[in-house]
């Protein structure tokens, strides 16, 4: 008989972190009740979902300048969508290399009044994000 050779099975999953990365130590800290409240409402404010990362990122200096979370109504998610398409239209049209139609120009001024509107909600969630307000 032959002798067979066992193949060692592949585990999934991602590589393990090299020591020096690996969270080994817990830290426990007392805040008052309306410490813990800002430190949630800032860490929510910032697109974090624990208040274990907020804090690690803040002492390590990486928060400042992290992306707010956006939250778009479903109105805008249409309106977004609906900017995608004739944006798309209105570039296959230019590329195609036909004349000039007229109903492009409705096209153009329809997606410029989109791009607007998107433009000032952004700049209302990121001004309110900036003051720290959620």
């Known amino acids: 008989m032959q002798q067979m050779q066992k193949k060692k099975k592949k585990r999934g999953g991602r590589p393990p972190k090299a020591p020096e990365k690996r969270k080994t ?37 990486s928060v400042h300048g992290t992306a707010p979370v956006i939250k778009f109504t479903p109105v805008d998610m249409r309106n977004l969508a609906t900017l995608s398409k004739n944006l798309n239209e209105i570039a296959k049209h230019l590329h195609s290399g ?8 409705e096209n153009v001024l329809y997606v410029g009044k989109l791009v607007k509107k998107l433009g000032q909600e952004l700049y209302r969630q990121l001004r309110n994000h900036k003051n720290g307000v959620v």
């Open 25 to 61: 130590v817990q830290m426990k800290i007392w805040v008052t009740p309306s410490e813990a409240a800002a430190i949630k409402q800032k860490a929510e404010a910032e697109g974090f979902k624990h208040v274990g990362q907020f804090m690690a990122k803040a002492v390590s200096g």
């Open 98 to 105: 036909d004349e000039y139609d007229p109903e492009m120009q």
